[in-house]
């Protein structure tokens, strides 16, 4: 495995001066490029510690936090800076006890302001599980085991653990145990909990990117199009085709819950990237908790207030397709959120 990943760690500081003098700093890595920008993988509470999401700085520059697990208990955190020249580290998932490992992270070198970026070594010893706070998700972690003299340092939260044959990332430091010859890492598959926007083609699994089980050409061809009607029904087709209920024409509760993350992140992240952030099931559930995150009709009735599915306190009329479908606005137009709509699971779709 080639040192140069090291090129792709970056340091993570605050931008306010007295949080500077106290030597308040972590680490990062580049996980994406798009033209205009790179994305950054990092501890929550490595953000919180830099004085909170206002007053990040990646190697200097000005962050914005588009991803944040605090609220969930998940030590994890995606930043967007302005586009850096260096390459994006490859992120695979793993289930290898044992395997070696290489990470880099800063660390503070004197009593100054002096850091260091330094590679050190080690191997995965057992995982665990992390739950969120409301207990509906986990997430993967791993023991990390130091070899010889080197620890972890404070510095080195939010530093990649890459494996040193592929060179591929593992997991994300997250916290030393002891005097830093141990330490737990969460594994990096756990990203798509907080990033649901996440272009699916990021993680890779056994060394392979990972294939959708559906082909997502016409729904990216429609959402690219601007063609936002043909994509609504496209997704609802695309949902019963990953859940193997085309026949049936619509879900049962079972099929919702275990239906598969990378599908769904998938779909999401078209319609969240071709819409500009205006439309995607992302974006629904984030207006859903503004409007209180419960599972009830009074927080059903302000969601669909929000999305304009209802109108004046009023759902739109049901009509032959689907309840208001032929009411719903196929523009941008439209409120934020009012797309996806062709719900399956409620109950047979009609033909």
Known sequence: MSSTFQDSVILITSSDPNLQKRRVFGTGFVIHHTDEASYLLTCAHVVRDVGGEA???????????VAN????????????????WCPALC???????????AIAGFYAFDQKETRLLREIQGYLGKQSFIPSTDGRERIKAWDLHIEGEDILQPGYSGSPVVDRTSGEVLAMVSHQVGKGEKGLAIAIEAIQNIWHSMP????????????????????REFLAAGKWKEADRETADLILKVADREQEGWLKNEDMENFPCQDLRTIDGLWVKYSNGHFGFSVQQGIWQEVGGKVNKVTECLLGDRVGWRVKSNWLPYDHDWLGYSNMTFSLNAPRGHLPARLVGISPRKK
């Open 69 to 84: 697990g605090e609220s969930k208990g998940f030590d994890l955190a995606v930043l967007r800076v302005q586009r850096l």
């Open 55 to 65: 007053l990040v700085l990646a190697d200097s520059i000005p962050a914005t936090v």
């Open 200 to 219: 699916y083609e990021l993680l890779k699994t056994n060394n392979v990117i990972s294939e959708p089980r559906v082909d997502y050409t016409r729904l």
């Open 91 to 101: 992120l695979s998932v793993s289930s290898a006890v044992a395997k070696h490992f």
